[in-house]
């Protein structure tokens, strides 16, 4: 069985979600997952299983005594690969970690920043307004999450950003021999600046509380407990939220029928955040490692063996949401698993949907007939995260 020509691998026996040609055919692919490969199997460096239906992605994200996290949440990780945190514990850890984090990302927390986030969408989309064109990835859907984030959640000098932005693409997305070189100056800045912190007054903010630390095994947990809590932060606020941000406007430039009903009606705009989330999920397949004997979908597992929770093809299962290929902005019955399942729900989930919403009204009143640039069309990096690389637009200069 396999999906798209373009996608030659047998999909039952022969998966491989690092495969080059996945990005190509990422739509016709997840959707034969689920109408016909409820478990995938990779042969791919240890092997591993891809699940893929809503009803058992579901399951095995809320049964994390059975799927655990521990094992972290890449396949096939390189030599020297290093925890992330919570998204790489279980609980009880899990949890206190979670309490750290959640405040400042929760939905009350980041309401109160509707009015900021909406100032520097506009200065950036200001800044591009008048030209007629631009590479929004590059500039503003790589910009937006970092100004957020590190201006007002995790507070780091702005003047840093430009290398911390480039080794987290790297990690993220780059080839596999380059990730832990990535991973590492990423780790050392955060080390050096938590350490700064560390030895200064609190500033009342979420730093203050990965600094301090969390109980584990009846103490404080170690150091570079903390340094990888940072790292889930920084990761997390970043290249997911950049390809969703991207995406949104992706969409409505290759849909103007739906960039029409937007703009007559734009009380629909949480509908297009929600069915934008569903469709271009950032967050493709984390990993888990079974701790017993199972079943999934009938096919049997063991202790040690590792999965794959197809988040992307989950949200695509018509079990769950009529009409999955559907992008649309009257639809009541938006399931989907985009955001995961469990204890490792998307700690930023609130922040990134603000951040599409104001992006798609924000670029709406501002330049409301765009498109494509002809003899373009986005690259994309798919793999257990993805990632929309560039973005060529154009729209009638003012």
Same mark, same amino acid.
């Given at each position: 069985?396999?999906?798209?020509?373009?996608?030659?691998?047998?999909?039952?026996? @022969?998966?491989?979600?690092?495969?080059?040609?996945?990005?190509?055919?990422?739509?016709?692919?997840?959707?034969?997952?689920?109408?016909?490969?409820?478990?995938?199997? #990779?042969?791919? %460096?240890?092997? &591993?299983?891809?699940?893929?239906? &809503?009803?058992?992605?579901?399951?095995?994200?809320?049964?994390? +005594?059975?799927?655990?996290?521990?094992?972290?949440?890449?396949?096939?990780?390189?030599? %020297?690969?290093?925890?992330?945190?919570?998204?790489?514990?279980?609980?009880?850890?899990?949890?206190?970690?979670?309490?750290?984090?959640?405040?400042?990302? #929760? /939905?009350?927390?980041?309401?109160?920043?509707?009015?900021?986030?909406?100032?520097?969408?506009? $200065?950036?989309?200001?800044?591009? =307004? $008048?030209?007629?064109?631009?590479?929004?990835?590059?500039?503003?859907?790589?910009?937006?999450?970092?100004?957020?984030?590190?201006?007002?959640?995790?507070?780091?000098?702005?003047?840093?950003?430009?290398?911390?932005?480039?080794?987290?693409?790297?990690?993220?997305?780059?080839?596999?021999? *380059?990730?832990?070189?990535?991973?590492?100056?990423?780790?050392?800045?955060?080390?050096?600046?938590?350490?700064? +912190?560390?030895?200064?007054? !609190?500033?009342?903010?979420?730093?203050?509380?990965?600094? =301090? %630390?969390?109980?584990?095994?009846?103490?404080?947990?170690?150091?570079? @407990? +903390?340094?990888?809590?940072?790292?889930?932060?920084?990761?997390? %606020?970043?290249?997911?939220?950049?390809?969703?941000?991207?995406?949104?406007?992706?969409?409505?430039?290759?849909?103007?029928?739906?960039?029409?009903?937007?703009?007559?009606?734009?009380?629909?705009?949480?509908?297009?955040?929600? *069915? $934008?989330?569903?469709?271009?999920?950032?967050?493709?397949?984390?990993?888990?490692?079974?701790?017993?004997?199972?079943?999934?979908?009938?096919?049997?597992?063991?202790?040690?063996?590792?999965?794959?929770?197809?988040?992307?093809?989950?949200?695509?299962?018509?079990?769950?949401?009529?009409?999955?290929?559907?992008?649309?902005?009257?639809?009541?019955?938006?399931?989907? $698993?985009?955001?995961?399942?469990? !204890?490792?729900?998307?700690?930023? *989930?609130?922040?990134?949907?603000?951040?599409?919403?104001?992006?798609?009204?924000?670029?709406? /009143?501002?330049?409301?007939?765009?498109?494509?640039?002809?003899?373009?069309?986005?690259?994309?990096? #798919?793999?257990?995260?993805?990632?929309?690389?560039?973005?060529?637009?154009?729209? !009638?200069?003012?």
């Amino acid at each position: 069985m396999s999906g798209d020509s373009a996608y030659p691998r047998d999909l039952l026996t @022969d998966f491989d979600i690092d495969d080059p040609s996945l990005s190509s055919n990422f739509e016709a692919v997840m959707h034969e997952l689920v109408a016909k490969c409820p478990v995938a199997k #990779s042969r791919k %460096g240890t092997g &591993y299983a891809v699940i893929n239906r &809503y009803k058992d992605v579901r399951a095995c994200a809320l049964d994390w +005594r059975t799927f655990s996290s521990e094992g972290g949440w890449m396949l096939n990780a390189p030599d %020297g690969n290093v925890t992330i945190l919570p998204e790489d514990c279980d609980p009880p850890y899990h949890d206190k970690w979670r309490q750290v984090l959640n405040p400042p990302f #929760s /939905k009350p927390s980041i309401a109160k920043l509707t009015d900021y986030v909406r100032e520097k969408a506009a $200065t950036l989309l200001d800044s591009i =307004a $008048t030209k007629g064109e631009c590479e929004f990835v590059a500039e503003f859907a790589a910009k937006l999450p970092g100004i957020i984030l590190f201006e007002r959640i995790f507070p780091v000098p702005l003047e840093d950003l430009p290398q911390l932005f480039d080794d987290i693409d790297v990690y993220s997305f780059g080839p596999l021999e *380059e990730r832990v070189a990535a991973f590492e100056r990423v780790q050392s800045y955060l080390e050096d600046f938590l350490r700064s +912190r560390h030895a200064s007054p !609190p500033q009342g903010d979420i730093v203050d509380g990965i600094v =301090a %630390g969390v109980e584990k095994d009846g103490e404080t947990c170690p150091w570079e @407990d +903390r340094v990888y809590a940072a790292l889930d932060v920084v990761f997390g %606020g970043l290249a997911t939220t950049t390809h969703a941000v991207a995406a949104s406007i992706f969409h409505l430039a290759t849909h103007p029928d739906i960039r029409k009903d937007l703009l007559d009606n734009p009380h629909l705009v949480d509908n297009a955040v929600a *069915e $934008t989330v569903r469709l271009y999920a950032p967050v493709v397949a984390p990993a888990r490692t079974v701790t017993k004997s199972v079943e999934i979908a009938g096919v049997p597992f063991e202790p040690g063996d590792r999965i794959a929770l197809n988040l992307a093809a989950a949200s695509r299962d018509p079990d769950a949401c009529t009409n999955p290929s559907k992008f649309d902005l009257r639809r009541d019955d938006v399931v989907h $698993t985009a955001f995961g399942v469990g !204890p490792h729900r998307c700690l930023g *989930e609130h922040l990134a949907r603000l951040e599409i919403k104001v992006t798609i009204e924000e670029f709406l /009143k501002r330049i409301p007939d765009f498109s494509l640039k002809p003899g373009t069309w986005p690259g994309h990096t #798919s793999e257990q995260m993805r990632s929309m690389r560039d973005l060529h637009l154009v729209w !009638p200069s003012r």
